[in-house]
Nanobody, 117 residues
Framework: QLHLVESGGGLVQPGGSLRLSCAGS????????IGWFRQAPGKEREGVSC????????HYADSVKGRFTISRDGAKNTVYLEMNSLKPEDTAVYYC??????????WGQGTQVTVSS
């Protein structure tokens, strides 16, 4: 059973933008901190960004700082990752995950982002 569902991935040219969505299917996301992760072929999964349950605290990996913005909409039970100025090295499967305390309890199925001309 999927508790988180990602969407919004696709193929985009370098310099382009995408907005990823992470929707809670049967969990209330406002109770959780939400993280976005990505995994490129042959590479380990890396953390991209996270947002606290209140939405007041956000963190970004250095590689995406200034280009990506994480936000949450409680009414829609959704967390977004706005990605601008995309680079080929941003190509990966992007996952969202929900954390109550120390570890991420729920993971989505992932959405593919490909940045290529």
């Amino acid at each position: 059973q999927l508790h988180l569902v990602e969407s919004g991935g696709g193929l985009v040219q370098p310099g382009g933008s995408l907005r990823l969505s992470c929707a809670g299917s049967d969990i209330t996301l406002e109770w959780y901190a939400i993280g976005w992760f990505r995994q490129a072929p042959g590479k380990e999964r890396e953390g991209v960004s996270c947002i606290g349950s209140s939405g007041r605290s956000t963190h970004y990996a250095d590689s995406v700082k200034g280009r990506f913005t994480i936000s949450r909409d409680g009414a829609k039970n959704t967390v977004y990752l706005e990605m601008n100025s995309l680079k080929p090295e941003d190509t990966a499967v992007y996952y969202c995950a929900a954390r109550r305390v120390l570890k991420y309890d729920y993971w989505g199925q992932g959405t593919q982002v490909t940045v290529s001309s």
